[in-house]
T-cell receptor, first 112, second 116 residues
Framework: GEDVEQSLFLSVREGDSSVINCTYT??????LYWYKQEPGAGLQLLTY?????DMKQDQRLTVLLNKKDKHLSLRIADTQTGDSAIYFCAESSTTSYGKLTFGQGTILTVHP | DTEVTQTPKHLVMGMTNKKSLKCEQHMGHRAMYWYKQKAKKPPELMFVYSYEKLSINESVPSRFSPECPNSSLLNLHLHALQPEDSALYLC???????????????FGSGTQLSVL
């Protein structure tokens, strides 16, 4: 079945850039998503990228997609303490109708 | 209005109780979802409704019973739950479900359920 992998932890200093990585196995992926979850809250859609794109930029967020290696990354520029959260990578595909496959989540900790 | 509203925010129930979780959205979305999430884990899909019909049931035990009274509302009825069912229950909605469609999910903030 489909699999999405992420590293579990990332710690950065305030003002630095953060890069969260994700790999996936499904060749039929159509869209890839990044969700943010703060403590006690639901998941918030941050950004997404169509599988035929290489890059998408949205203010402080840059998504890079290497379709050949099935590697996705989320770069957060000028990371702030308010960016501390769990970040989930997810993918939808033509073989998983109505379902998203989530990664395990990366806990981002931003130190002052 | 881009919100998915869930009530209650917290719920404590005994193993013999019957309770319901409620979810509401007014974005005109025709697909609605229930997810279960344990602490620091990804959400696990439970049910999907598409156009008010149950489309996906991920082999969820019958002590969880979903209901979609109309296109804006989604309920999850709980009966005879076990302590291991304690988790955050998240509702989500999306425009609709289609193959290769951009299934952007909008999540509610969840109900934190504790079963004693």
């Amino acid at each position: 079945g489909e699999d999405v992998e992420q590293s579990l932890f990332l710690s950065v200093r305030e003002g630095d850039s953060s890069v969260i990585n994700c790999t996936y196995t499904d060749s039929s992926s159509t869209y890839l998503y990044w969700y943010k979850q703060e403590p006690g809250a639901g998941l918030q859609l941050l950004t997404y990228i169509f599988s035929n794109m290489d890059m998408k930029q949205d203010q402080r967020l840059t998504v890079l997609l290497n379709k050949k290696d099935k590697h996705l990354s989320l770069r957060i520029a000028d990371t702030q303490t308010g960016d501390s959260a769990i970040y989930f990578c997810a993918e939808s595909s033509t073989t998983s109708y109505g379902k998203l496959t989530f990664g395990q989540g990366t806990i981002l900790t931003v130190h002052p | 209005d881009t919100e998915v509203t869930q009530t209650p925010k917290h719920l404590v129930m005994g193993m013999t109780n019957k309770k319901s979780l409620k979810c509401e959205q007014h974005m005109g979305h025709r697909a609605m979802y229930w997810y279960k999430q344990k602490a620091k884990k990804p959400p696990e899909l439970m049910f999907v409704y598409s156009y008010e019909k149950l489309s996906i049931n991920e082999s969820v035990p019958s002590r969880f019973s979903p209901e979609c009274p109309n296109s804006s509302l989604l309920n999850l009825h709980l009966h005879a739950l076990q302590p291991e069912d304690s988790a955050l229950y998240l509702c989500a909605s999306s425009q609709e479900i289609q193959k290769a469609y951009n299934e952007k999910l909008f999540f509610g903030s969840g109900t934190q359920l504790s079963v004693l």
